[in-house]
């Protein structure tokens, strides 16, 4: 499926109104493409449809999807909030301008060094995730005399799956707290009513990536409203708060099922101005974190096609000049995708491959079945819907070069991370 102002025209994929064939030429192979105009319309639509009359809405972009300084003043520029969890994209955050009140840090983890980062750079928004760290916060923001916002991260028991939830009764997640969980959440509540540097303005919870069905949220919704109503109830608070995190799915390959944002955003919303309605919840602002909804899509790969090879054991491997280095997705998590010859988009797809890349290592396939046209060497393979944890989650293994990241519009592109050299990969070498 093409997305965003992806065409064919004489053949060839365009992207951004620019054609693969001269994106490689200018760019150099592989390349990751962003369609800047579809991450504008994603952001622009997640405000819109995540709105309401009754209380405020902040839509705070996952940067752990894919982040850049060019992303970094993208959101700026878009008003958007930012979700952070290190101190890697704290700083990248930073060499990008954002205005820092309005980013929130998350993380399980977070260093001393993490903390003190938040605290003098004026993070908006920390999600705390277990006692240990909201004593090192609390001794820290009293120390500077700040006075620091806070969610607690809550594990509210609802697992959610692409295409169901579970509501588990273990709960081991690294991330929160149980809900469930009455003495250690007591704990906290009393941590932070003894002190008046660290205000809890709500909670936080996730419940998954790549989410399909949206009972999962609806169910969420209801356990944290009746959560939150005990919790106000027993140690009398006042929560402003509720973050559902992130999570919304997209389409990948067929058989995928996303919801797309505007009945999401309205789904969610009506849900949460009933519990309003009602008095089951009184909040004054709703957060999300999407991040893979926002930039999966709009991104492709480009990979120029080198040898191809029939095995003995009857695989017929098509490869290419990347692979497991710049999208682990398939080898981690059997991630699906689909492809196109970007330079022969019309040709009849008369033949079977397996998409393998260059690396020394049997897993670094990223398509296992595909028909495509019959392939030449020099051919370009467009990998869709990359845009998403591939180039965040990319490697240097087998000292491979990350490929450059363009962003395209308008028929231009322009160049938001260089390719590596040889040189880069010496830079730390002793
Ligand atoms: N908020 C929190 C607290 C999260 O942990 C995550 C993702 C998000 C928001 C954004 O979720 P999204 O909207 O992108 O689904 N590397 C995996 C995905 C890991 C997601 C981790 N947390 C993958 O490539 O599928």
């Known amino acids: 499926m093409l997305f965003g102002t992806m065409t064919t025209q004489d053949n060839q994929l365009t992207i951004g109104g620019r054609t693969a064939r001269d994106l490689i030429a200018d760019h150099g192979s592989p390349l990751y493409v962003y369609d800047l105009a579809l991450i504008k319309h994603n952001l622009r639509a997640f405000k819109t449809h995540f709105s309401s009359k009754l209380?405020?809405?902040?839509?705070?972009?996952?940067?752990?999807?894919?982040?850049?300084?060019?992303?970094?003043?993208?959101?700026?520029?878009?008003?958007?909030?930012?979700?952070?969890?290190?101190?890697?994209?704290?700083?990248?955050?930073?060499?990008?301008?954002?205005d820092l009140s309005q980013a929130l840090f998350h993380g399980n983890n977070k260093s001393p060094e993490e903390l003190e980062l938040c605290l003098s750079h004026g993070v908006g928004l920390i999600m705390v995730d277990n006692i240990d760290e909201?004593?090192?916060?609390?001794?820290?923001?009293?120390?500077?005399?700040?006075?620091?916002?806070?969610?607690?991260?809550?594990?509210?028991?609802?697992?959610?799956?692409?295409?169901?939830?579970?509501?588990?009764?273990?709960?081991?997640?690294?991330?929160?707290?149980?809900?469930?969980d009455n003495e250690r959440i007591a704990a906290i509540m009393n941590r932070y009513r003894d002190q008046s540097h660290v205000?809890?303005?709500?909670?936080?919870?996730?419940?998954?990536?790549?989410?399909?069905?949206?009972?999962?949220?609806?169910?969420?919704?209801?356990?944290?409203?009746?959560?939150?109503?005990?919790?106000?109830?027993?140690?009398?608070?006042?929560?402003?708060?509720?973050?559902?995190?992130?999570?919304?799915?997209?389409?990948?390959?067929?058989?995928?099922?996303?919801?797309?944002?505007?009945?999401?955003?309205?789904?969610?919303?009506?849900?949460?101005e009933e519990k309003q309605i009602t008095n089951e919840l009184s909040i004054k602002t709703l957060i999300i974190e999407p991040g893979r909804s926002i930039v999966a899509n709009a991104g492709t790969t480009l990979y120029t096609v080198g040898h191809t090879k029939r095995t003995y054991g009857g695989k017929h491997y098509l490869f290419v000049d990347g692979g497991m280095t710049d999208?682990?997705?398939?080898?981690?998590?059997?991630?699906?995708?689909?492809?196109?010859?970007?330079n022969r988009m019309t040709d009849q797809k008369d033949t079977h491959y397996t998409v393998a890349g260059k690396l020394c290592e049997s897993g670094d396939v990223l398509i296992r079945d595909i028909q495509l046209p019959a392939a030449n060497p020099g051919d370009i393979l467009a990998i869709y819907s990359t845009g998403a944890y591939t180039y965040s989650m990319a490697?240097?293994?087998?000292?491979?070069?990350?490929?450059?990241?363009?962003?395209?519009e308008d028929g231009k592109s322009s160049v938001v991370v260089r390719r590596e050299t040889y040189d880069d990969l010496l830079r730390n070498d002793v």
């Open 199 to 272: 205000v809890l303005d709500g909670f936080h919870c996730h419940i998954g990536s790549q989410i399909f069905d949206i009972t999962s949220y609806l169910k969420t919704i209801e356990v944290m409203s009746t959560f939150i109503n005990k919790i106000t109830a027993q140690f009398e608070l006042s929560i402003s708060t509720l973050n559902l995190g992130g999570g919304f799915g997209v389409f990948y390959t067929d058989g995928d099922t996303p919801m797309d944002i505007e009945t999401t955003g309205r789904t969610l919303i009506r849900a949460l």
């Open 327 to 342: 999208n682990i997705r398939p080898a981690l998590y059997q991630a699906e995708y689909s492809a196109d010859l970007a």
């Open 134 to 180: 909201l004593d090192q916060l609390i001794e820290r923001a009293a120390a500077s005399g700040q006075v620091v916002h806070t969610l607690l991260r809550v594990n509210p028991g609802v697992e959610a799956h692409t295409h169901e939830y579970v509501i588990t009764a273990k709960h081991s997640s690294k991330f929160g707290e149980s809900i469930y």
């Open 395 to 408: 490697s240097n293994y087998n000292r491979l070069l990350r490929p450059a990241v363009v962003f395209v």
């Open 55 to 98: 209380f405020d809405t902040r839509i705070a972009y996952a940067s752990k999807a894919f982040l850049t300084k060019a992303m970094v003043r993208l959101l700026q520029a878009e008003g958007t909030s930012l979700d952070l969890v290190s101190a890697g994209e704290l700083h990248t955050a930073i060499a990008g301008g954002f």
